[in-house]
């Protein structure tokens, strides 16, 4: 089972920046990673996909805002958030995928909270 550690979470102003990091134990070299988030009271939502190949998709609500990228030599994926809006504080959710293998893990989470 890969361990995922998200990083680079906490309280921005709108209209700031924040990079998120998701460090995993083992190789990500053949896994699609993805980031989520969650509101409070609210489900889990998928934010950006990249796939293993570096294909890259997402929700709306981020689209322009948002970019996923992902280093295979660091086992580390990232999420560059800019113009942050309040509607983006959630908890942040890393999510691997390893579809030749049947498996997948889900990181801890990390809080990110835009102020207003």
């Known amino acids: 089972q890969v361990q995922l550690v998200e990083s680079g979470g906490g309280l921005v102003q709108a209209g700031g920046s924040l990079r998120l990091s998701c460090a995993a134990s083992g190789s990500i070299a053949s896994a699609n990673v993805a980031w989520y988030r969650q509101a409070p009271g609210k489900q889990r939502d998928g934010v950006a996909t990249i796939t293993s190949g570096g294909s890259t998709n997402y929700a709306d609500s981020v689209k322009g805002r948002f970019t996923i990228s992902r280093d295979n030599a660091k086992n580390t994926v990232y999420l560059q958030m800019n113009s942050l809006k309040p509607e983006d504080t959630a908890v942040y959710y890393c999510?691997?995928?390893?579809?030749?293998?049947?498996?997948?893990?889900w990181g801890q989470g990390t809080q990110v909270t835009v102020s207003s």
């Open positions: 999510y691997v995928d390893y579809p030749d293998y049947g498996l997948r893990s």
